[in-house]
Each structure stands twice: as structure tokens, then as C-alpha cells.
């Protein structure tokens, strides 16, 4: 299984970015996706998750209302749309895929067997 990240840069507070990640290896629609992300110095975090097979999706608190995720099955592609970016969402962002995870376990990060490489979004002020 392998998951490949893309779409991260230097933007500035107010723009918007799209995040890519493809995936390849797995029964992809039937997985739980998700975005992780970790700022320098501090812990990775839940940003937002689809799951599988035309399921829920879930989001930060943080992303709510500004950050779309979106997946296509045929492409066996995850985006993660990001609008009204602020310094505070500069992070490296990985994407994460599982099978078998419930609908309370979608933030955690314990929960998601497979992780992509990462990509850095750096919003400046």
C-alpha cells in the first residue's frame, strides 16, 4: 500500500490550498481516508476523514467550515480542500487510509494503518 501526498506550498493568510493524496495498493473505496497534520513541536493531529464505501466524513473543530475533504473512488484519490488558511494550520499534512475503523475512532491516528509521506503548508501572516 502506498499513499502519496501533494499540493502543499508557502501561502498567505486568506488563500486557499488543495491537498492530493493517491493511493494505490488497496481497495481504496472501501477505506477509511483521513488528514493528519503536525506543526513544529507539537503532536500530530486529526484535521478531517471520509469514510469508506459513501460514509460519514468528520472534522476539527479547528478546520470546521474552512476545510473540505473529498474522495474519488474511481481515481482511488483523497483532496483536502483548505480555505481561509491562518499561520496556526501551518503543519506538515500527511494522508492516512484504514480498513476497519469505527465511526468514533476516525480521529485517532492510532486507528489508520497506512500513512503517506507528508507534505508542508506554511501560511504566512
Known amino acids: 500500500v502506498q499513499l502519496q501526498a501533494s499540493g502543499g506550498g508557502l501561502v498567505q493568510a486568506g488563500d486557499s490550498l488543495r491537498l492530493s493524496c493517491a493511493a494505490s495498493g488497496l481497495n481504496f473505496r472501501v477505506y477509511t481516508v483521513g488528514w493528519f497534520r503536525q506543526a513544529p513541536g507539537k503532536e500530530r493531529e486529526f484535521v478531517a476523514s471520509s469514510k469508506g464505501s459513501g460514509g460519514s466524513v468528520r472534522y476539527a473543530d479547528s478546520v470546521k467550515g474552512r476545510f473540505g475533504i473529498s474522495r474519488d473512488n474511481t481515481k482511488n484519490t483523497v483532496t483536502l480542500q483548505m480555505n481561509s488558511l491562518k499561520p496556526g494550520d501551518t503543519a506538515v499534512y500527511y494522508c492516512?487510509?484504514?480498513?476497519?475503523?469505527?465511526?468514533?475512532?476516525?480521529?485517532?491516528?492510532?486507528?489508520?494503518?497506512?500513512w503517506g509521506q507528508g507534505t508542508l503548508v506554511t501560511v504566512s501572516s
Open positions: 492516512a487510509a484504514g480498513r476497519t475503523i469505527i465511526s468514533s475512532s476516525m480521529a485517532s491516528d492510532q486507528a489508520y494503518a497506512y
